[in-house]
């Protein structure tokens, strides 16, 4: 590709160069997205069409040049090099860097959440196969704009410490890296919506818009992309000439008026798109040099230990889903179906420590977590590399929650000696350990040492604060007005205390599993762990006055797996948590073909409303042209011919829905 300096705008591709472009991309082995995508992403096109498209025997094809073959998340993705309009692209909303400005639906009570992010699928075609092509359902084409407009502004706000103004940079230097994006679909009550969001370049894509004066919403939503480029680029071509300096904005402008891309047009795998080109995203924001946020960093590398797993088969999709915060805890086999608000996020957050901590004998998890974690190989696991493992168990389970808490909480939960050899845990659920920790020490321990801090961080009762003079200021209790000095104390001395008041401790564990369900704030407890029969809430404040610090009894040392070899002594070793699905029932089956019956009866629904509309537009444009009548005889008796073929075979096929020996309804 070409990098010739610009003097002007280019003109944008006409429909029919769209078309051709379109067609000779369906041609070509390899590209699977679908048709919709791909119009609107060449809209953009700012380049000669005969340098994308080759012709063999007679049929045009994309360049094999311009193709490249690329393997993230485990899985292999085209990528189709092309230059395009500097205002093509959208922001993503499911950037890592801003993750914890979203609700997940990892959290059993986000259903109210102002921002919640809806589970993202894949796109499938008329016929229900999966495209290169991620979808969306929204409630409405404004709340799409609103949450890729706050995508854009949360971009300011999670730059890290970046070390020169991107936007001057565009303008003197031009953008040198090409953006990657890929095609995402928002379903609305108004239609669909096709945008091409920037998975890596979301900064560079904002500055562009924001240098070109462009709304990347109203491009969104324009009902003819092409006129909208048109009269944009006639705007900016004027402006060009009025200027008269090589400073002046529009000139400046022009560094980035047409820039390099790449677009994800084909998967090996599409129900794994979105995992392929989030890894991307993810690498870029482990070991990030602005500096992320730690909550946003250190989900990035849970989820890239996850990743890890899933492509070599430890776990589904489904518990990918479900550990990585894209899809609900009730997808989960283990999952109780009435399950509450406290046991699904206990059960996710036990299963990220099993992964986090996989059992000696475990020699599949146990290689691929150091390496993801990047330990070195032949090094015993010390006290760094579980601080940073605990780190991002941290911040991964906080996804189940309304806010993310300081993934330092769980520091020193987990010893070094139980990293090694792996966490044994009872198999108990949260709530089951709460019905008998007043009596059983080991159920005790296991809510002090692996739920305790969470909790308190959720409820904010108790922080990682290590100490600071800047850290002190805190909520204030009893109506008291400003702030309040707290205890410098880290979460240690928090759970000694609370191990020091064992029924207080049991008291107020169980009021915060009750104040999860309720969607509360916990209650104040006494001495006898009963709730506060007036309703105080606990705060900070209180909480250190009930706990005091440097009062506490140091927590036991956790009984840790023993070798393979050595017989298990204490409390029961820790069982895989993931195991083989058992084959489907006929019950199952029956439920799943159903459900597929339903999926095609709606898909043809859609498809019979979108006939209408064609046929009814057809009619209007031949009208408009003269055309009388719109169809010849012979097409339009074909046509009604094999739509009633079809409806005959639609009333045939439905009516082995019917109970045997019932006939037909009058």
């Keep these: 590709m070409t990098d010739q300096p610009l003097c002007r705008y280019p003109d944008p591709p006409t429909p029919d160069t769209i078309d051709r472009l379109v067609e000779a991309a369906l041609a070509t082995d390899g590209i699977n997205a679908p048709r919709e995508a791909l119009t609107a992403a060449f809209a953009y096109i700012a380049e000669p069409i005969d340098l994308l498209i080759t012709d063999e025997r007679g049929r045009e094809r994309i360049n094999p040049a311009r193709l ?136 560079r894509t904002k500055s562009r818009h924001q240098i070109l004066q462009t709304d990347q919403t109203a491009l969104l939503t324009a009902s003819d992309v092409t006129t909208a480029l048109q009269l944009w680029t006639a705007e900016r071509n004027a402006e060009l ?32 798109l979105y995992q392929t080109v989030q890894a991307g995203n993810r690498r870029d924001h482990i070991h990030a040099n602005l500096g992320f946020t730690a909550s946003n960093q250190d989900r990035a590398i849970g989820r890239r230990v996850l990743e890890e797993y899933r492509a070599t088969g430890i776990i589904d999709d489904t518990a990918f889903g479900v550990l990585a915060g894209d899809l609900p805890i009730t997808r989960l086999r283990e999952c109780r179906r009435d399950a509450g608000v406290c046991e699904q996020r206990d059960l996710r957050c036990m299963l990220l420590l099993a992964q986090f901590f996989p059992v000696a004998g475990d020699n599949r998890r146990r290689p691929l977590i150091r390496k993801a974690m990047a330990e070195p190989q032949g090094e015993t696991l010390n006290s760094q590399h579980t601080t940073e493992r605990l780190r991002a168990y941290s911040a991964l389970c906080s996804v189940s929650w309304p806010e993310a808490w300081n993934p330092r909480v769980d520091d020193k939960t987990v010893p070094v000696i139980n990293a090694r050899a792996g966490v044994a845990l009872s198999g108990k659920s949260a ?133 393979p070899s050595a017989p298990a002594v204490g409390r029961q070793v820790q069982q895989p948590l993931f195991r083989a699905a058992p084959p489907p029932s006929d019950r199952e089956l029956a439920d799943t073909k159903k459900a597929g019956v339903r999926y095609l009866l709606n898909q043809i629904e859609s498809l019979t409303k979108d006939l209408v509309t064609r046929i009814d537009d057809a009619r209007s444009h031949a009208v408009a042209a003269g055309m009388s009548p719109t169809w010849e005889a012979n097409e339009s008796e074909r046509l009604n011919v094999q739509a009633g073929n079809i409806v005959e075979s639609l009333k045939h096929a439905v009516e082995g829905t019917r109970p045997p020996g019932e006939g037909p309804r009058g």
């Excluded at 379903?187 to 091409?196: V, Y």
């Excluded at 200027?243 to 129900?271: F, I, M, N, W």
């Excluded at 909520?475 to 240690?492: N, Q």
């Design 68 to 203: 490249r073959s690329v393997r993230a998340g485990g899985e292999a993705a085209l990528e189709l090099s092309v230059r395009l309009f500097g205002c093509a692209g959208s922001t993503w909303e499911r950037n890592e860097r801003n993750d914890t400005c979203w609700a997940s639906p990892a959290d059993p009570a986000s259903a109210t959440a102002k921002w919640l992010l809806p589970p993202i699928d894949v796109w499938r075609g008329p016929t229900g196969e999966p495209t290169a092509a991620l979808s969306t359902t929204m409630t409405s084409i404004g709340r799409a704009v609103e949450v890729i407009g706050r995508a854009s502004d949360l971009l300011a706000e999670g730059d890290g410490r970046r070390g020169y103004d991107l936007t001057a940079d565009l303008l003197l230097n031009g953008q040198e890296d090409p953006c990657l994006l890929v095609a995402q679909n928002y379903r609305t009550p108004e239609g669909d919506f096709w945008a091409w969001p920037t998975v890596k370049g979301n900064n």
């Design 241 to 272: 000439e009025q200027a008269d300096s090589d400073e002046h904005p529009a000139r400046l402008a022009l560094q980035v008026a047409v820039v390099d891309a790449r677009l994800v047009v084909g998967c090996t795998k599409p129900e794994l």
């Design 431 to 563: 709530v089951e350990l709460l019905a008998i920790a007043h009596k059983d020490d080991d159920a005790f321990d296991e809510l002090i040492r692996y739920r305790a801090p969470q909790w308190l961080a959720a409820f904010k009762l108790a922080d990682a604060d290590r100490g600071s003079m800047g850290a002190q200021a805190n909520r204030s209790g009893d109506g008291i007005l400003g702030p309040s000095t707290r205890a410098r104390r880290g979460i240690p001395d928090v759970l000694a205390a609370m191990n020091a008041r064992r029924a207080q401790a049991v008291g107020l564990l169980r009021e915060m599993a009750e104040a999860m369900e309720e969607g509360r704030g916990p209650r104040r407890v006494d001495a006898f762990g009963n709730p506060d029969g007036a309703g105080k809430p606990a705060d900070q404040a209180w909480f250190d006055d009930a706990f005091p610090k440097g009062t506490g009894l140091r927590l036991p040392r956790p009984p840790y797996t023993a070798s």
